[in-house]
């Protein structure tokens, strides 16, 4: 039986997971953790080079990381650390969904200054949503409004490592693969309110 894409980008994923490349990025610069492991990702994700639109400038000088873009539309913004710049969560505030006032003010100084980087950037660039990321952190945000639903109560997905990007593969491949954000699955996935998550 033929596997599907989202088993064929699982097993692609699995792949990069079970490689020496993960490894080797302990300690490595921001450079080396986006060409190595998000380019990576973004791939499996079914993103062409040609979509990812690096070091995208801002009206402001600064550069996001990147801008994915489908049919020439801005989609997302994406910015990245290096591999290790965001401590991972404690076990006991482990979740799926957030409220990106919860990680603003609970998940330390280097995650809200991330986020409110890429609040900026998207402002910038009229675009709605952005992945925060270190490789293996995957953080998916709203960042400008499109509802009634104020800012600091709009959901937040959370993948913790690759480990749990693999373990939920489905979940992630539903909300950033490029034909999920083709066919909106951030609009129908992040415009409503976590449930029973950390606010």
């Known amino acids: 039986m033929e596997l599907s894409e989202c088993e064929k980008s699982a097993k692609k994923l699995k ?12 300690g490595a610069n921001e450079a080396t953790t ?3 492991i998000i380019d990576e990702v973004l791939s499996i994700l079914g993103w062409s080079k040609e979509e990812f639109n690096p070091e995208k400038v801002t009206s402001v000088t600064n550069y996001t990381d990147y801008l994915l873009t489908i049919d020439g539309e801005k989609r997302l913004v994406v910015e990245a650390k ?6 991972p969560f404690p076990t006991s505030i482990r979740h799926t969904n957030y409220t990106n006032r919860y990680l603003v003010r609970h998940c330390g100084e280097d995650l809200k ?8 950037y998207c402002s910038e660039q009229g675009v709605f949503y952005a992945i925060a990321t270190t490789g293996e952190v995957w953080i998916i945000l709203t960042i400008a409004i499109k509802s009634q639903i104020g800012w600091g109560d709009q959901k937040s997905f959370v993948f913790h490592t690759l480990e749990d990007v693999a373990a939920n593969f489905n979940e992630f491949y539903g909300l950033l693969s ?8 951030l ?3 992040l415009q409503t309110y976590p449930q029973s998550n950390p606010k």
């Open 15 to 26: 792949e990069l997971i079970d490689s020496d490349v993960v490894k080797q990025l302990k």
């Open 34 to 36: 986006r060409l190595l």
């Open 82 to 87: 290096k591999i290790d710049k965001i401590s």
């Open 113 to 120: 200054e991330l986020i409110y980087q890429a609040k900026e």
């Open 178 to 185: 490029r034909n999920a954000v083709k066919d909106n699955s």
């Open 187 to 189: 609009e129908k996935n």
